[in-house]
C-alpha cells in the first residue's frame, strides 16, 4: 500500500493529499465519475459566458477529453489538474499551442489568436494589453518567417526566447487561479523540510 503515489505520476506531480482533495471535490460535481461539459463549466465556476468565451472552455474541455468519449474522468481530470498547475513549461506550451490553434490545422493563424485573447479576456477580465496589440506581439516575435502562421516549432521556440512574453502568455492563462486548492482545503500544505 504505497500511499504516497499520485495518480498523474512524475517528479513534479500534485502530491496525494491535493489528488485526494480534488477527487472529492469532483466526485460531489458529479458522484457519475464522468463530467460532463456543463459539470465542467459549474467545477471552474465558468458559467455564463459570452459565446466566444464559451467557445474557448469547450476547446479546453475538449483538450482535457483525452479519449473523446464526450466526458471527463477523474484520471483525465487530474492529469490536466496536474499539467496546469505542476507542468513542465514545454508541456505547457505544447499545450497552449493546441488549445490556441482552434481549427486543429497544426499552426496558429492570426484570427485563431485573436478569439483565443479575447476570449480569455472575457473570461478573466484582465485589460493590460488589447486582444490586438497582444495577438500583433506574439506575431511579431515568434513569426519567424513571416508568413503569417504560427507553426508549434516557431511558437515554442519564440516563447522560449522571450522570457517576458512567456510570462504573459502563462498569466494572460493563469487557471491556477481557478484550480489553485486552498491550503485550508488541502488541509496542510506540503511540507518541504528545507531551509534555505
Ligand atoms: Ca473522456
Ligand atoms: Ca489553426
Ligand atoms: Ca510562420
Redesign the pocket.
Known amino acids: 500500500m504505497g500511499g504516497k503515489e499520485s495518480v498523474a505520476g512524475g517528479p513534479t506531480a500534485i502530491t496525494a493529499v491535493e489528488t485526494h482533495v480534488w477527487f472529492k471535490r469532483f466526485m460531489t460535481e458529479c458522484p457519475s465519475g464522468l463530467q460532463t461539459l456543463h459539470e465542467f463549466k459549474a467545477l471552474l465556476g465558468l458559467q455564463g459566458l459570452n459565446q466566444r468565451a464559451n467557445q474557448y472552455v469547450d476547446q479546453l474541455f475538449n483538450i482535457f477529453d483525452k479519449n473523446k468519449d464526450g466526458f471527463i474522468d477523474f484520471l483525465e481530470f487530474i492529469a490536466a489538474v496536474n499539467l496546469v498547475i505542476r507542468g513542465k513549461m514545454d508541456q505547457k506550451l505544447k499545450w497552449y499551442f493546441k488549445l490556441y490553434d482552434a481549427d486543429g490545422n497544426g499552426s496558429i493563424d492570426r484570427k485563431e489568436l485573436l478569439n483565443i485573447f479575447t476570449a480569455i479576456q472575457a473570461i478573466n477580465g484582465q485589460n493590460t494589453l488589447n486582444p490586438q496589440e497582444f495577438a500583433n506581439l506574439i506575431f511579431e516575435k515568434t513569426?519567424?518567417?513571416n508568413?503569417g502562421?504560427?507553426?508549434l516549432e516557431?511558437f515554442i521556440s519564440g516563447l522560449e526566447k522571450d522570457p517576458h512574453l512567456l510570462e504573459m502568455i502563462s498569466k494572460s492563462f493563469d487557471l491556477s487561479n481557478t484550480l489553485a486548492l486552498d491550503h485550508a482545503e488541502a488541509e496542510r500544505p506540503e511540507v518541504g523540510g528545507e531551509s534555505v
Open positions: 513569426d519567424t518567417n508568413d502562421e504560427l507553426t516557431e
